[in-house]
T-cell receptor, first 115, second 119 residues
Framework: AQKITQTQPGMFVQEKEAVTLDCTYD???????LFWYKQPSSGEMIFLIY??????QNATEGRYSLNFQKARKSANLVISASQLGDSAMYFC????????????FGSGTRLSIRP | DARVTQTPRHKVTEMGQEVTMRCQPI?????VFWYRQTMMQGLELLAY????????DSGMPKDRFSAEMPDATLATLKIQPSEPRDSAVYFC?????????????????FGPGTRLTVL
């Protein structure tokens, strides 16, 4: 079974609009961490945001926020006021405490921002 | 501005040749990861180390791939002999693992990748 599911292979959004990228996960661990990475066309993987399973507040980093719904096992990334430079692949990932430092990545969502 | 560095950035080689990729983790980080990215398989974890000791290399074809950390500032991934199906982007990432049990911290920071083409 897929551990990390990103159901949107591609999305188009108008510049300055907010966008939500979906991510659901599957784990039986009580303790785990969720990550979002951005991969622009240049290829590098850029860490965006982290949410721990015991964190009560949703994580935020500038224009990025993580909508963490533990009961639904979802960890959607919200980008406010999108910019052209946000066009990239976005990967959701999870680390389970039972797997030490190992991180599992989803298949990614390609986000394209329209001017 | 601390970064993970990888060399070479691009490598084109012929089938059967040995390929060595190098990674310099961020100074002070104690975990190092090797990933492979292809269009078909996405990001796959090949191996990872903590404090230079290999923790998991189950994602790596053992017959041709090997990963080592000769010292804390250098990680290597070697393919011998290389095959066309090894063509991919290979990423190294490093992180700082603190504490035990909890899923906090331990964010992985990626290098720019090595784009390998095996003809």
């Amino acid at each position: 079974a897929q551990k990390i599911t990103q159901t949107q292979p591609g999305m188009f959004v108008q510049e300055k609009e907010a966008v939500t990228l979906d991510c659901t996960y599957d784990t039986s661990d009580q303790s785990y961490g969720l990550f979002w990475y951005k991969q622009p066309s240049s290829g590098e993987m850029i860490f965006l945001i982290y949410q721990g399973s015991y964190d009560e507040q949703n994580a935020t980093e500038g224009r990025y926020s993580l909508n963490f719904q533990k009961a639904r096992k979802s960890a959607n990334l919200v980008i406010s006021a999108s910019q052209l430079g946000d066009s990239a692949m976005y990967f959701c990932a999870m680390r389970e405490v039972s797997s030490a430092s190992k991180i599992i990545f989803g298949s990614g969502t390609r986000l394209s921002i329209r001017p | 501005d601390a970064r993970v560095t990888q060399t070479p950035r691009h490598k084109v080689t012929e089938m059967g040749q040995e390929v060595t990729m190098r990674c310099q983790p961020i100074l002070g980080h104690n975990t190092v990861f090797w990933y492979r990215q292809t269009m078909m398989q996405g990001l796959e974890l090949l191996a990872y180390f903590r404090n230079r000791a290999p923790l998991d290399d189950s994602g790596m074809p053992k017959d041709r791939f090997s990963a080592e950390m000769p010292d804390a500032t250098l990680a290597t991934l070697k393919i011998q002999p290389s095959e066309p199906r090894d063509s991919a982007v290979y990423f190294c990432a490093s992180g700082l693992r603190v504490g035990i049990g909890l899923a906090g911290t331990d964010t992985q920071y990626f290098g720019p990748g090595t784009r390998l083409t095996v003809l």
